[in-house]
């Protein structure tokens, strides 16, 4: 019998309950992978969304769980060493258009600081074509965690989707009002 590794099992349920969040009308499920790379033995998950009332589609969140070989051996042989390393490595991004103006990535920087807490890695990368002028630019902003999930901690990543919920509604107020 199939023994579900704790990719698997995280996969699933993160899966489930944005789903349920999606039947539920609060968000929309815009985007879905699921990739096993043979050449690496790692997998790679990865959801996007937005709020379902969102029309301008200027803010969506995507959330990605990964694995590679280590992680999977680890699981696979139990050694005492290799427990600490049977997890998987959470990834949370928003992708926002906005103007290209400092004070609006500091506001950001500051809003998810005060959501996620100051001891995650925050960082925003700005894409943009150099040559030509848009009024909006493409902010790519992610949240890193610092260390691996494990199969243990699952109830953290259905409560991580209401902080990411709460992350998109406190951008989509900032956002809108700096037209």
């Given at each position: 019998m ?36 043979l050449?690496?033995l ?8 937005s709020?379902?009332h969102?029309?301008s ?7 990605t ?13 139990k ?5 600490k390393?049977?997890?998987c ?5 928003f992708?926002?258009k ?17 959501i ?8 925003q ?11 909006r ?43």
């Amino acid at each position: 019998m199939f023994d579900p590794t704790a990719f698997d099992n995280m996969k699933i349920v993160v899966e489930g309950a944005i789903y349920d969040r999606d039947l539920d009308g609060e968000l929309l499920v815009t985007s879905r992978n699921d990739v096993l790379n043979l050449a690496t033995l790692s997998r790679t998950f990865d959801m996007s969304f937005s709020l379902r009332h969102q029309n301008s589609k200027r803010i969506c969140a995507k959330i990605t769980i990964e694995a590679g070989l280590q992680n999977l051996a680890a699981e696979l042989l139990k050694t005492e060493d290799s427990l600490k390393l049977a997890g998987c490595v959470v990834t949370i991004e928003f992708h926002l258009k906005h103007r290209y103006k400092e004070a609006i990535f500091l506001e950001i920087q500051e809003a998810l600081e005060g959501i996620w807490g100051a001891d995650r890695k925050i960082e925003q990368m700005v894409h943009m074509n150099p040559f030509k002028r848009e009024e909006r630019i493409d902010n790519i902003v992610s949240v890193q965690f610092n260390r691996l999930i494990l199969e243990e901690q699952v109830d953290d990543l259905i409560e991580m989707i209401d902080y990411l919920i709460l992350s998109l509604k406190e951008l989509e107020q900032y956002i809108n009002n700096k037209k």
